[in-house]
């Protein structure tokens, strides 16, 4: 199968810094790239949805001045949370679709994120 | 819209008995169907999908789901578990088209016990 990988898997940071976390396609070609956020105990909610050489569309209660999305090649999504509080601790898992993989969505191992 | 509903939050099971995780959909539209498994404190794992014709999938580690369409369900299945299939079980629906997002249900946490 399509594999994505997430880096880094764990970050711990103050509050106030920022943190860029990056998402990759190994093996296929992602036209389509989408983020989610999960919390403890429950299911994906997702973030925004990225297409490659287009800005991000965010769900809606995303702040994406808060949550900068970058898909600038078919292989490579980043997501930068920025001036990062404890609130923003959470989960957040990337997910890659395209190629000939279109119906089927892949997913990253996902990066945890504590703010101190 | 289309939505997902997974009736079992949790579903507690012996190690080599046969367990069943429920799963059902709502939309107007012709769908496709997965189920993902997630270990802790990873991502998701595809473990098999239904696009088209035959309406009994295999995949991974021994699952497969049937999709009804009349029912609109696609349970999952498997004859016997592992302590090892110990994980979150999530059905997804994607409506046809490029266009269209992955709606999750709420997640089934499969316990296997000795």
């Known amino acids: 199968g399509a594999v994505v990988s997430q880096h880094p898997s764990r970050v711990i940071c103050k509050s106030g810094t920022s943190v860029k976390i990056e998402c990759r396609s190994l093996?296929?070609?992602?036209?389509?790239m989408f983020w989610y956020r999960q919390f403890p105990k429950q299911s994906l909610m997702l973030m925004a949805t990225?297409?490659?050489?287009?800005?991000?569309?965010?769900e809606q209660g995303v702040e994406k001045d808060k949550f900068l999305i970058n898909h600038a090649s078919l292989t490579l999504s980043t997501l930068t949370v920025t001036s990062a509080h404890p609130e923003d601790s959470s989960f957040y898992i990337c997910?890659?679709?395209?190629?000939?993989?279109?119906?089927?969505?892949?997913f990253g191992p996902g990066t945890r994120l504590l703010v101190l | 819209a289309q939505s997902v509903t997974q009736l079992d939050s949790q579903v507690p099971v012996f190690e080599e008995a046969p367990v069943e995780l429920r799963c059902n959909y709502s939309?107007?539209?012709?769908?496709?169907l997965f189920w993902y498994v997630q270990y802790p404190n990873q991502g998701l794992q595809l473990l098999l999908k239904?696009?088209?014709?035959?309406?009994l999938v295999k995949g991974i580690n021994g699952f497969e789901a049937e999709f009804n369409k009349s029912q609109t369900s696609f349970h999952l299945r498997k004859p016997s578990v592992h302590i090892s299939d110990t994980a979150e079980y999530f059905c997804?629906?994607?409506?046809?088209?490029?266009?269209?997002?992955?709606?999750f249900g709420t997640g089934t946490r499969l316990q296997v016990t000795l």
């Open positions: 997910s890659a679709r395209g190629g000939q993989t279109q119906e089927t969505q892949y």
């Open positions: 093996d296929f070609q992602a036209t389509t």
């Open positions: 990225s297409n490659e050489g287009s800005k991000a569309t965010y």
């Open positions: 939309s107007s539209v012709s769908v496709y």
């Open positions: 239904y696009l088209s014709g035959s309406t």
């Open positions: 997804a629906v994607r409506s046809w088209g490029t266009a269209s997002k992955l709606t």
